[in-house]
């Protein structure tokens, strides 16, 4: 977790240690692009975007905030990159890095999809890809 993106890192930890991500899905699955989490089961308050830094930049196995296109925007739901997305370096917060388990996440991103009316595309997982549970590493 980055220290230099205190909105963004206090909001995502503060929903990891309130059960927030507890049996959730992953429900985006772009293989080689990223796998997003996090759709909510309340809606939780926007927050400020933190990517003006200069030194914000979605790389592969970088883990980014989403929102919804607008500024300021994103609240619960994240993504990690599975790929160098750096076009997408001047609208997503990146706050964090995966260290261990990126096998598992490579997993996810290649998984079988179907349409996703909600996203307009082939990006939902035919078989829900769960997110049992979530820590904070020290």
């Not at 309130?18 to 959730?24: A, I, K, L, Q, R």
């Not at 607008?70 to 609240?75: D, G, I, V």
């Not at 996203?119 to 049992?132: F, G």
């Amino acid at each position: 977790m980055r220290e230099d993106r205190p909105i963004t890192t206090t909001n995502f930890v503060n929903l990891v240690k309130d059960g927030y991500y507890n049996d959730t899905t992953f429900m985006r699955v772009l293989a080689g692009f990223m796998i997003q989490g996090g759709e909510g089961k309340t809606t939780e308050p926007n927050i400020q975007d933190e990517y003006n830094k200069g030194d914000n930049v979605n790389s592969k196995m970088t883990i980014a905030m989403a929102n919804t296109g607008q500024a300021n925007s994103a609240s619960t739901q994240f993504f990690i990159n599975v790929a160098n997305n750096t076009d997408l370096d001047s609208g997503y917060t990146v706050f964090g890095q995966v260290i261990y388990g990126q096998s598992v996440v490579m997993a996810i991103s290649n998984v079988p999809v179907e349409w996703s009316t909600v996203y307009d595309e082939s990006s939902q997982p035919i078989t829900p890809v769960y997110l049992i549970g979530a820590v904070v590493m020290p």
